[in-house]
């Protein structure tokens, strides 16, 4: 009986929570299939799934290089809280796929530079990109779920994500 006497319902339904919190935390910084660490610790993933599975209206995706990035993680080695997690990288499109993305005319797609592009995903840009970004695209994109910026390149068919904890459509 011991140490458990003082615990009520509440306090072992918040401990369950905060094993399982712990748990997806884990998994999301973790070095798995599809990840590369550089110098500073930083994981570079490749791999496509978790990706196409959250921007469906991209379509088919290849050539991935992306981050998953904890907001407010403490380092100081505590159990963790609740974190943000911002996705953010690169990955190529079908040949075309921008073209008739940017083509829809309620779209209106401007011109504007990614901000807030982190060093390790820096060399997988491509160079002289001519990004376009659209409010109402973004909106579609989110469905109002969470919050991000995609940023198309017309020339070589590649988006840059921005994202902070995008979820799976609810249709998909």
Known sequence: MGGMVGLGRREILGLGAAVTLLAACTACTGTKKGEEADADGAK??????PLERRFAGLGPLSGAHWLGIGLGA????SVPGPTDVRVVGTAQLKAGAVAAITGVSLQSFQPETPPRLPEEIAEFVPEGARWVRSDAFDRGMTAGTYTGGFYLDPGTDTVYFDTTNPSVPADG
């Open 44 to 49: 570079v993933r490749t791999d496509l799934e």
């Open 74 to 77: 403490d380092t100081r080695g």
